[in-house]
């Protein structure tokens, strides 16, 4: 049974995908905005479950691509994604019966909701990174080899790219190259795959977890409760189990460069409960692993979220600034992201990073 | 009637490209080496007049694009441009029945006729250009309207980009982009038209005019003839009319960066026949401007050729070094190039030279 997401749900939508987005994904803020206006004419946007997906469907994932930092300064047309599903159709000669996200983290979860709610697709309540990550292939679909081309990619000129790489490392790394040229963010249609496939691969309820995620921290700041408490509760009952607040402190110091179509850098934090020791955060478009001295609290794939210290608001990285009070939360990533061939892709190495993956349950608390 | 190219014409035709070239258009000794190859295989080039294209033939003119400096480098693996027809042929839905140059200077006089005797194809006595150029806007086709997307973009690895552009600007950068995520140069198909659109907008004769020029180098410098006066004789009968040496003298200084996807400097020439005065040459792969202080001796679009002093044998830009004894020669590029709209196109502030276009027949001797 589908669930038609209403306009009241838009905040809580928006606050989870926020959260999943584990500092990247673009800002949600912006895709809540282009959600509010595509409800406001009227048009409907439907969410149903992966389980639900028939094997004939065709779907189609939809997203951005590029540096958060270039987003908030050039905000989407409105209609390039769209663009880029109908463009990857007709390039297939297919017509698409569903469009996905393929991450459900920042921007991204909101993008395949306007995309359906434009073109009257119902949107699958799956994705494949489960939070977000910066390369396109750091999803489950490469991992159990979807192929990741054709895809098309636009840009709010009606630019388009129609790419078919010989592998996925080279579909990033072309597909980044003309995100570049096209400022720094683009729109992709890619991963085109039947309903079959999807189920196979896709890592299901991971919308109705951003709205379970946003609800939680919204209603636990209505009634003066904590929410990172109510945070942790809700995720016990989600495919993420497992989540823990790994610091309390302020932000001292950001170091963040927008290069090779990235944001990257760093930001380090003080604590402020008395020992008074600081957490270095490493970013890459999200956050990737944060470390007090030697000691790794969390790392890739494991999500690591910066959040308000009162409200529990995720602060994405390019909104990241010195000042800021703030609590640090480790959350275990879904089992998928965390076999040993989906580390290869995700862990810490995937990212350049000189450290072994270890699971938040085991890190030092 | 077309003319069949035999394997002994190959060493005149690329003398000729290289000379058209004016110091770009890749080096066609590595497009001779093909075009070797794939008749010693036995296959058949076949070059046809303009002027016997018929309405409904569809030509896609074919031809690498990216920073010569690359090209010497990576050497192509061989259907990479065969490949980019292809590519283009599937998604348009139609089937060429010529291919054509795009470039008839450097290597890309010859790229049309690897493509052409890979898959049977006649090759157009014609080109968008005639001579070499930087941009992939620099051509009759843009200035005459004609659409420059979609077009395919291919590398050694069979990766392929199909782009629909906005406009021939939005074109070139963002094919530029993918060129440099491929490695520096790259292979295209573009300009899908029909050939009544390849007889209004293409420069004919172009080919021919390589086979000629090198005929006459050859032919002078076997018969210890001057080369020089055979040359600026033979451009005499062509559409490039009037042709002229300009500075005789030595290389002493060079200065080439590979940027932005092109190979950018100048080269510094001491006058050796008695005044010592110096010759800067402005370079983007191709010659640009050639200045002796506050007087300018040759500027795009005429032909700004380097060639070996004695054997009038071209250097292209990424081959200049410290020594050489050379002669310059300049060209009157074809009217259709010095147009007042081609002018904006090809003039010396299309490439941010602060100079208007001056005829080399009107430059000072």
């Known amino acids: 049974m589908g669930l038609v997401l209403e306009r009241k749900d838009l905040r809580d939508l928006s606050l989870g995908a926020a959260f999943l987005g584990t500092g990247g994904g ?5 895709g809540r905005l282009m959600l509010e206006r595509v409800m406001a004419e009227g048009r409907r946007v439907e969410i149903v479950p992966l389980g639900e997906v028939s094997d004939g469907d065709r779907v189609i994932p939809t997203a951005m691509m590029g540096a958060p930092t270039c987003l908030v300064e050039k905000i989407p047309r409105g209609d390039e994604s769209a663009l880029s599903l109908r463009r990857l159709e007709a390039f297939l000669g297919v017509q698409a019966t569903c469009t996905m996200p393929v991450e459900a983290g920042g921007m991204n979860a909101t993008v395949p909701l306007i995309v359906g709610a434009q073109l009257g697709l119902p949107v699958v309540d799956a ?32 630019d388009t790219v129609i790419l078919t790489a010989c592998d996925d490392f080279r579909k990033e790394w072309i597909a980044r190259g003309v995100t570049i040229r096209m400022g720094g963010c683009a729109h992709i249609a890619e991963y085109p795959m039947d309903g079959r496939t999807a189920r196979r691969t896709a890592i299901a309820g991971t919308l109705s977890v951003c709205l379970a995620i946003g609800r939680a921290i919204r209603e636990a700041n209505e009634q003066h409760r904590d929410p990172f408490d109510r945070l942790v509760g809700t995720l016990r009952d989600t495919p993420y189990r497992h989540a823990r607040v ?24 003080r604590d402020t409960e008395g020992s008074g020791e600081t957490l270095d955060v490493l970013i890459q478009n999200e956050n990737l692993v944060a470390r007090a001295g030697t000691r790794v609290l969390c790392s890739v ?38 076999a040993p061939e989906a580390l290869e892709v995700f862990g810490p190495r995937a990212f350049g990073i000189d450290l072994d993956f270890v699971p938040i349950e085991e890190s030092a608390p």
Do not use: S
Request: proline content about 8%; hydrophobic content about 35%; overall charge negative.
């Open 127 to 158: 994705d494949g990174m489960g939070r977000a990550f910066p390369n396109l292939y750091q999803d489950t679909f490469h991992v159990h080899g979807v192929p990741g081309t054709p895809m098309a990619i636009t840009d709010e000129h009606g």
């Open 26 to 30: 673009g800002d949600p803020y912006i």
């Open 301 to 338: 794939p494991d999500l690591l979220c910066i959040l308000d210290r009162e409200t529990a608001e995720p602060i994405t990285t390019e909104a990241l600034r010195y000042g800021q009070q703030v609590k640090v939360v480790g959350v275990a990533a879904p089992p998928i992201l965390r």
């Open 246 to 269: 790994l610091w309390t402190g302020k932000v001292i110091e950001v170091y963040r460069r927008t290069t090779e179509g990235f944001a990257r850098g760093w930001a380090r934090l």
